[in-house]
């Protein structure tokens, strides 16, 4: 019986009929998770229009929402200098990782979509659920990971590759 129960677990969790209806466009973008995994998370998460101009997070305050751009540009202005970051990108996950204040004002550069998790209801899910931690910190590093790739050279290490060059 219970190997009954474990193995209908297994096959419920990894069934994509188990997907919320609202979301089911956006599993792509999240298709590291198991479906069960990202219904959970989904589950938590509150689906918002954002309009240009709406400030997602502000360097030196607290962080008290993770958000994960569905659509739309965001601007990023950290220290001297500010990027853009288009979507398929999670906001505020460094401050949510760390427990730490924001270290970049991050706003919208143009009306988009967003996912809004409140980051005290993640904490708490994820002490009651090591499943659900595991599955939030892969989607979180990988994240991470692809915007360490993408990041550019300094300006200088650049400038002096192209002096060698020449």
Known sequence: M?????????LIRRSRWILP???IDIYPSFSALP?????KLMLLAQRE?????KVLTTAGAAVPDLYYVISG????????G?????????????AFLTNNKASATVMMAEDGELLCWDVNELRARAERDVRFRLALDAMISLDLARKVAQAGAP????????????
């Open 2 to 10: 219970a190997n009954l129960i474990g193995l209908s677990n297994l």
């Open 21 to 23: 209806r609202r979301d």
């Open 35 to 39: 479906p069960g995994d990202f219904r």
């Open 49 to 53: 229009k954002l309009i240009k101009g």
């Open 73 to 80: 540009l965001v601007e990023v202005q950290k220290q001297d």
């Open 82 to 94: 500010s990027f853009f970051m288009h979507s398929g990108n999670f906001v505020g996950e460094v």
């Open 155 to 166: 300006k200088e290490a650049a400038e002096d590759s192209l002096e060698a060059v020449v």
